[in-house]
Structures are given as structure tokens and as C-alpha cells.
């Protein structure tokens, strides 16, 4: 009777496998859980609301920006999102910084992460309030009448 010997790149790779697996099967019922969450008419409310306050804070960045720049609208110098997080929240830029840096890696802070926070703050928050809104929208209720 011949005995299997398993490598251990073969024992690393059935687990790598398992553990992906479970990443993909708790990664669906998140996603699912968030579905049934969002259907609840208090819940999606409540995103609405985000959605409206993420858009008053994107005008008054946008006005700040404007009385700043001292010339109007052609003279606009938009402040990217990383500057105000720096002056408002120095200590959670750095620890947010570190801990991406080191949990992600440093190609992701430097390449798409870097590049998002760098966006005008009244464009960023502008996004995420259309983003926000867009999901709490009322949905239209069908009814479907079987005779």
C-alpha cells in the first residue's frame, strides 16, 4: 500500500485554498446581511441623512475654498482632502498612514489611497454624498396582482 506524502507547498497551498474560501464565504454573508439591513425604511433614512449632511459639509468646503482663494471662482486653489484631515486630525493621518502602511503595504498608501485623499475635499464629499444618497433612495414597491 503506497502511503501520499503531501509538501509542504502542497499543505500550504490547501490551506492558502481553505482560507480564501473563507474569506469569499464571510466576505457573501456581510454583503447579504448589509442587503437585508439597508431594506429597513429607518436604515435607509438614516443613509439619506449622511447622504444630505456629507453635501452641506462639500458647500462649505467649497465656500471656504472660494473665500480663500480671495479671487472667485478663477482663482481657485481647491484644498485636497489629506490637507484638512492633517490640520483637523494630525494624530488619526499618522496613525491611519502607519497602520495601512503597514497591514496593506506601502504601494497602497502611496498609489490609490494617496491618490483619493488628494482629491478637493468638496469633491470627495460631494461623491459620497450622491454615493450615500443614491443607496438610500426609496425604492418603488411593485404590486403584483395574480387572479
Not at 474569506?23 to 448589509?34: A, C, E, K, P, Y
Request: proline content about 4%.
Amino acid at each position: 500500500m503506497a502511503r501520499h506524502c503531501v509538501t509542504r507547498n502542497q499543505a500550504s497551498d490547501r490551506s492558502g485554498n481553505h482560507r480564501d474560501m473563507l474569506i469569499v464565504h464571510w466576505i457573501g454573508r456581510l454583503l447579504r446581511f448589509l442587503g437585508r439591513l439597508l431594506l429597513r425604511p429607518g436604515v435607509l433614512f438614516a443613509v439619506r441623512m449622511l447622504g444630505g449632511w456629507s453635501f452641506v459639509l462639500a458647500v462649505i468646503a467649497l465656500a471656504s475654498d472660494i473665500v480663500r482663494s480671495n479671487g472667485g471662482l478663477l482663482g481657485l486653489a481647491p484644498t485636497p482632502f489629506s490637507a484638512h484631515w492633517r490640520a483637523i486630525a494630525p494624530g488619526s493621518y499618522a496613525a491611519s498612514e502607519a497602520w495601512v502602511r503597514t497591514t496593506l503595504g506601502a504601494g497602497v498608501w502611496d498609489g490609490p489611497l494617496t491618490a483619493l485623499i488628494s482629491i478637493p475635499t468638496f469633491v470627495l464629499l460631494a461623491m459620497l454624498g450622491i454615493a450615500l444618497y443614491w443607496i438610500g433612495r426609496t425604492r418603488r414597491t411593485v404590486n403584483i396582482y395574480a387572479n
